[in-house]
């Protein structure tokens, strides 16, 4: 079973609406990191979230990791066709020496003119 | 200078070729990684360099071989590779071997790599 479970798989907006994009886990989080990918190309960094709690913010999108530290989302406010792309949390869900990074299956993001 | 540069960007290659993936960084960063990206698929870890010495091997085949010449550079040696290979080929590093949990990892931009 996958450790980070992505939803929606996919997402199909309107340019100007709102969207959010959930990363959960069975396990605590050691670190919560959010990517964009245009297909075929490589990761862009956009935030990462380490404690309970935490939010954080860049330009329109928001990030926050709950208290348990099992669940971040990602919140694209007024949404662009530029925001469209591959969106990926990752995560380090291993509690040891030589734990990785792992990543969620990824949603697919659509912005509509 | 905040970029990993990975070249080639697209290589085709039939079964008995041999050819080799290059990526450079110059950001002093000590941790570099090979991650595998199949479509429609999260990346995957391969192999991961601290300190030019491989730390962590995720299993792969050994028709994968890599190479760190110095702490700039990291290397993906081709060898006999399957139709099932073909996928995208990402290349990242980090300040220091991630974790500790406070590392960001720089990705390239990827070798698109199709195996006829």
């Known amino acids: 079973s996958q450790e980070l479970e992505q939803s929606p798989q996919s997402l199909i907006v309107q340019e100007g609406k709102n969207l959010t994009i959930n990363c959960t886990s069975s396990?605590?989080?050691?670190?919560l990191y959010w990517y964009k990918q245009k297909y075929g190309e490589g990761l862009i960094f956009l935030m990462m979230l380490q404690k309970g709690g935490e939010e954080k913010s860049h330009e329109k999108i928001t990030a926050k990791l709950d208290e348990k530290k099992q669940q971040s989302s990602l919140h694209i406010t007024a949404s662009q066709p530029s925001h469209a792309g591959i969106y990926l949390c990752g995560a380090d869900i291993g509690e040891t020496s030589g734990s990785r990074l792992t990543f969620g299956e990824g949603t697919q993001l659509t912005v509509n003119p | 200078d905040t970029e990993v540069t990975q070249t080639p960007k697209h290589l085709v290659m039939g079964m008995t070729n041999k050819k080799s993936l290059k990526c450079e960084q110059h950001m002093g960063h000590r941790a570099m990684y090979w991650y595998k990206q199949k479509a429609k698929k999260p990346p995957e870890l391969m192999f991961v360099y601290s300190y030019e010495k491989l730390s962590i091997n995720e299993s792969v085949p050994s028709r994968f071989s890599p190479e760190c010449p110095n702490s700039s550079l990291l290397n993906l040696h081709l060898h006999a590779l399957q139709p099932e290979d073909s996928a995208l080929y990402l290349c990242?590093?980090?300040?220091?071997?991630?974790?500790?949990?406070?590392?960001?990892?720089?990705f390239g931009s990827g070798t698109q790599l199709s195996v006829l």
């Open positions: 396990k605590t989080l050691y670190g």
């Open positions: 990242a590093s980090s300040q220091e071997r991630w974790p500790p949990t406070n590392e960001k990892l720089f």
